[in-house]
């Protein structure tokens, strides 16, 4: 197994142990929060900061995204096993729509969003 890999973060405040992906405080007792490696984000018009999807959920996105602008095949539906479903309508675009009616990990309450990417 690999040695675990710890990266300072938020100004040696807290340690981020990558494999776990857990972020734990250096100088005060607190419970480990988690950290996802992400490359898509999502943001309601009522929220004030990008939330990271799922790791899982982040890849897929990031491979059907990949096969509709290499083929130029857009309007695609990916499915994901939670019932969510995302619709890709062009290469500047997407729209999402979240199964879950509870809360997640963030404390947002999933709604459909529609996403326009700036380039």
């Given at each position: 197994?690999?040695?675990e890999?710890?990266?300072?973060?938020?100004?040696?405040?807290?340690?981020v142990?990558?494999?776990?992906?857990?972020?734990?405080?250096?100088?005060?007792?607190?419970?480990?929060?988690?950290?996802?490696?992400?490359?898509?984000?999502?943001?309601?018009?009522?929220?004030?900061?990008?939330?990271?999807?799922?790791?899982?959920?982040?890849?897929?996105?990031?491979?059907?995204?990949?096969?509709?602008?290499?083929?130029?095949?857009?309007?695609?539906?990916?499915?994901?096993?939670?019932?969510?479903?995302?619709?890709?309508?062009?290469?500047?675009?997407?729209?999402?729509?979240?199964?879950?009616?509870?809360?997640?990990?963030?404390?947002?309450?999933?709604?459909?969003?529609?996403?326009?990417?700036?380039?």
């Amino acid at each position: 197994m690999a040695p675990e890999t710890l990266v300072a973060t938020d100004g040696g405040r807290y340690d981020v142990n990558i494999l776990r992906r857990q972020r734990s405080s250096v100088y005060w007792q607190e419970s480990p929060s988690e950290v996802r490696r992400c490359s898509w984000f999502y943001k309601r018009s009522s929220d004030t900061r990008y939330v990271p999807y799922e790791e899982n959920v982040s890849t897929r996105l990031e491979e059907e995204f990949k096969i509709a602008a290499t083929t130029n095949v857009w309007h695609r539906r990916v499915e994901f096993p939670s019932g969510e479903t995302v619709v890709f309508h062009g290469p500047n675009s997407m729209f999402h729509h979240p199964q879950a009616t509870s809360p997640d990990a963030w404390g947002n309450t999933p709604v459909s969003v529609y996403y326009h990417f700036g380039i």
